[in-house]
């Protein structure tokens, strides 16, 4: 697992733009494109639990030449309460240096995920707001009926399309962990996870239900990946 922590962080690192001090998206998918929330705040947040505390101050001081670390949803990771269920998410350009573009998903519409309970990431997010608000007995129970969703391959929720999303698997293990759960499936979800590194140290944003990769391996995902992970070794 060591192992996999490094390579991981190595990635993180290397998408770091030398004059922006930001994390990119992705190498290829969108190697141009760097955003504030969720990407860099995560990555920031990733850094810092790992001990990386002054990659995470030089990322949060980009952040705020921007005026934007904060955007109402992904904090929860981070231990703080924010307005549940999430807003519907609108993203935001914030500017153009060069080639690269600054974007922001910024959750402040007046319409909710009204369906929440369909979307296993937003399940596991409001399990993370249970948790940060002392309520750990509903946020048990939330990650119980969320869990449900797994069918042994990945969480085929409303937003399944036929692939699988990575970062789900990773937010399961993220908040059964943090209200001291024993995970059904919990090693299988562990197992599935691990699979999607690249070898670049990167995780795939996406899989098929043969488990073979999809997609770009990207910030958000990876960021996801390395706080579970960080969770069951460092526990």
């Given at each position: 697992?060591?192992?996999?922590?490094?390579?991981?962080l190595?990635?993180?690192?290397?998408?770091?733009?030398?004059?922006l001090?930001?994390?990119?998206?992705?190498?290829?998918?969108?190697?141009?494109?760097?955003?504030?929330?969720?990407?860099?705040?995560?990555?920031?947040?990733?850094?810092?639990?790992f001990?990386?505390?002054?990659t995470?101050?030089?990322?949060?001081?980009?952040?705020?030449?921007?005026?934007?670390?904060?955007?109402?949803?992904?904090?929860?990771?981070?231990?703080?309460?924010?307005?549940?269920?999430?807003?519907?998410?609108e993203?935001?350009l914030?500017?153009?240096?060069?080639?690269?573009?600054?974007?922001?998903?910024?959750?402040?519409?007046?319409?909710?995920y009204?369906?929440?309970?369909?979307?296993?990431?937003?399940?596991?997010?409001?399990?993370?707001?249970?948790?940060?608000?002392?309520?750990?007995?509903?946020?048990?129970?939330?990650?119980?009926?969320?869990?449900?969703?797994?069918?042994?391959?990945?969480?085929?929720d409303?937003?399944?399309?036929?692939?699988?999303?990575?970062y789900?698997?990773?937010?399961?293990?993220?908040?059964?962990?943090?209200?001291?759960?024993?995970?059904?499936?919990?090693?299988?979800?562990?197992?599935?996870?691990?699979?999607?590194?690249?070898?670049?140290?990167?995780?795939?944003t996406?899989?098929?239900?043969?488990?073979?990769?999809?997609?770009?391996?990207?910030?958000?995902?990876?960021?996801?990946?390395?706080?579970?992970?960080?969770?069951?070794?460092?526990?």
């Amino acid at each position: 697992m060591r192992a996999v922590i490094h390579d991981g962080l190595d990635y993180l690192n290397d998408q770091i733009h030398p004059k922006l001090g930001l994390l990119r998206e992705s190498p290829e998918v969108a190697p141009n494109r760097y955003w504030l929330t969720n990407d860099n705040a995560l990555a920031g947040y990733t850094f810092s639990q790992f001990g990386y505390k002054d990659t995470r101050r030089m990322i949060l001081r980009n952040l705020d030449d921007y005026g934007d670390f904060e955007n109402n949803y992904i904090e929860v990771v981070m231990g703080h309460v924010v307005d549940m269920p999430p807003r519907i998410p609108e993203a935001v350009l914030i500017t153009k240096i060069g080639d690269a573009e600054i974007w922001t998903e910024k959750h402040e519409s007046d319409s909710r995920y009204e369906d929440w309970q369909e979307y296993a990431n937003l399940g596991f997010m409001m399990v993370l707001n249970s948790v940060n608000q002392d309520n750990v007995d509903l946020a048990r129970e939330q990650v119980l009926t969320t869990r449900q969703m797994f069918d042994e391959k990945g969480f085929k929720d409303k937003a399944f399309n036929g692939s699988y999303e990575t970062y789900k698997l990773a937010l399961a293990i993220y908040a059964a962990s943090k209200c001291k759960v024993e995970l059904q499936d919990g090693e299988k979800i562990l197992e599935i996870l691990l699979e999607m590194q690249d070898k670049n140290g990167g995780f795939h944003t996406h899989y098929d239900e043969n488990l073979n990769p999809m997609g770009d391996t990207n910030t958000e995902t990876t960021s996801f990946a390395l706080l579970a992970i960080h969770t069951l070794v460092y526990r």
